[in-house]
């Protein structure tokens, strides 16, 4: 990769801080062996069963990434159906002899489909959560969250869900799902996989007998069980996905520290429950990029009563009430919000206010922090909202669309070229703290190699002198007066898309065949993260042999 001078990369590297990865990225630290565990489980998490290999009977979708797709591995959109009953004087009953109390949507045949029986009266749904930092979370001792709950005050103290892992060994602390049912990776990905795809494993062999009535399982399923595949090193397919959920990185937060609205977050009472540091295990047996890592997930893991804004279902030893406090690290990116997805559309700013106002709902343990939230004046809460949506962001995403291109390069307002002309210092709520990764107040050339790190193959050196175009042009921004990120004529034929040596009517096909958002593809010939009629434009103004 010509990422530029790699003497200043390795400057930049030894002696300043290092690129946060972006939502869906793994650990920066893992080994050579581990990375590779994470691109097979990844390969394992995007695998699209079929019947023939044991999907079903019931299932809600036929992948791990049919879910978690915001990114691969994050937050989705997708909404399961949760059902019970609840009796006149109290108690939940699952409805486990009915098929409860999860529903399977779909079925390998109609005859095994489920649906939510008569005597139900209760329904819910259920968004995905995201499984980004998930070694980490599970590399959290069970005392420091015990810890937390008997710091916090009485009226907002939250519940620890014990469980003993499916795989067996010591009970701890359930940390997974929104009733905190799951304690570690390895169970979470058996029961995703049994509970949502109809895939059986050696942790849990049993099928799902649709409606609970188990002619439905010998009449539709004709796989062997356990179901999940084993690949040709002798890894299970829950092995796999557990690994790549293991490593994947947590998200990043952009500025690191120092928001005014933290400050806010702080004294609003939200963060009592949305815990924001936890310091993981310093275990010797544990992988080196999971052990003694300091995170800020913005959660407690805790079960809290969220009253009247709550699913109504109960889940072992959690109420109907209960709801584990999700984490908000990559809150940026979540839409729809809440645990039944009931706070979607709008812009960042309208979900994230429409979420806290739910926590004051009657009975919530949530209703002081709503309430100190509906008396913030309008900067603090500004800064707030800022704040959460740090949560998340990337280095160096000036226009905040979750991608890293030339066009954070020179935009007007805070652009990389622009916030380094500053005279002034720059703080963690300034736009232009994106760029400022040392924290030290100003946009400089160590930044700038950091951004040319994070531009990957897009941070080219067409003039071949082993420096990348983007750290020339942020010495000498003249060098780039078209802004398109590029050094200007450097380029002998913009237009030409499909690289034959002139502009012709195969770059008009480049183009229409990556028409669309497009980060870094042929048919962007003008660099802008869109291929479009502006790229058309430019091959026709280009058109006929490359000089």
Same mark, same amino acid.
């Given at each position: ?101 999860? !529903? ?45 709950? $008997? ?73 062997? @069980? ?6 040709? $090193?002798? !890894? ?103 645990? /039944? ?65 030339? !066009? ?14 500053? /005279? ?40 071949? @002198? ?13 060098? $780039? ?27 008009? !096909?480049?183009?229409?065949? /990556? ?33």
């Amino acid at each position: 990769m010509t990422v530029g001078s790699s003497l200043l990369m390795a400057c930049v590297l030894a002696g300043g801080p290092m690129l946060q990865p972006r939502m869906g990225e793994p650990l920066a630290a893992l080994s050579d062996q581990q990375l590779d565990l994470f691109w097979v489980g990844l390969e394992d998490y995007l695998k699209n069963f079929s019947v023939d290999e044991g999907l079903g009977p019931g299932f809600n979708q036929t992948s791990c990434a049919s879910c978690h797709n915001n990114p691969v591995g994050g937050a989705g959109s997708q909404l399961v159906t949760r059902f019970g009953h609840m009796g006149k004087k109290g108690g939940f009953d699952p409805m486990a002899d009915l098929g409860g109390s999860l !529903l399977q949507a779909n079925a390998v045949d109609e005859s095994c489909q489920e649906f939510i029986p008569g005597g139900a009266n209760v329904t819910s749904l259920r968004v995905t959560p995201g499984a980004l930092g998930y070694g980490l979370i599970e590399a959290i001792a069970d005392a420091d969250i015990l810890a937390v709950r $008997d710091a916090q005050p009485a009226p907002q103290r939250g519940t620890a869900r014990m469980g003993v892992p499916i795989e067996g060994g010591p009970e701890r602390v359930g940390r997974f799902g929104w009733k905190a049912q799951l304690a570690t990776v390895l169970s979470f990905s058996a029961d995703a996989s049994l509970q949502e795809l109809g895939i059986t494993s050696e942790l849990l062999p049993v099928e799902n007998a649709p409606q609970g009535d188990w002619q439905n399982v010998i009449d539709c399923d004709f796989v062997d @069980d356990p179901e999940e595949p084993v690949n040709p $090193d002798g !890894l299970t397919y829950t092995q796999t996905i557990t690994a790549y959920q293991r490593y994947l990185a947590q998200p990043p937060q952009t500025p690191r520290i120092g928001m005014a609205g933290a400050d806010v977050f702080e004294a609003a009472g939200c963060a009592v429950c949305h815990t924001p540091t936890f310091t993981t295990v310093s275990d010797p047996t544990l992988e080196s990029a999971l052990r003694d890592v300091e995170i800020h997930p913005y959660s407690d893991w805790l079960l809290h009563d969220m009253g009247a804004a709550a699913d109504g279902i109960g889940d072992g030893s959690a109420g109907v009430r209960d709801m584990r406090t999700p984490p908000l690290w990559g809150v940026r990116r979540r839409n729809p919000m809440w645990h /039944d997805g009931r706070v979607g559309g709008g812009t960042f700013e309208t979900r994230v206010v429409e979420a806290i106002e739910l926590h004051g709902a009657t009975g919530s343990q949530g209703m002081e922090a709503a309430a100190a939230f509906a008396g913030l004046n309008t900067q603090d809460r500004a800064a707030l909202i800022a704040f959460l949506g740090s949560l998340g962001r990337a280095e160096f995403d000036a226009d905040g669309n979750d991608v890293v291109n030339l !066009l954070d390069m020179h935009l007007v307002e805070n652009g990389l070229v622009p916030c380094s002309q500053i /005279d002034m210092v720059i703080g963690p709520d300034d736009p232009c703290a994106v760029h400022d990764l040392d924290a030290d107040g100003a946009v400089t050339q160590a930044d700038a190699a950091l951004y040319a790190i994070a531009l990957g193959e897009l941070a080219i050196d067409c003039d071949g @002198d082993s420096i990348a175009d983007v750290l020339q042009i942020f010495a000498d921004p003249s060098l $780039d007066q078209d802004l398109d990120g590029d050094i200007d004529g450097c380029q002998p034929c913009p237009g030409d898309a499909s690289g034959n040596g002139q502009v012709d009517a195969d770059d008009i !096909l480049a183009v229409l065949a /990556d028409w669309g958002t497009c980060d870094g593809c042929p048919g962007d010939v003008d660099d802008d993260g869109l291929v479009g009629v502006d790229d058309i434009l430019l091959i026709i103004a280009s058109w006929g042999e490359c000089p």
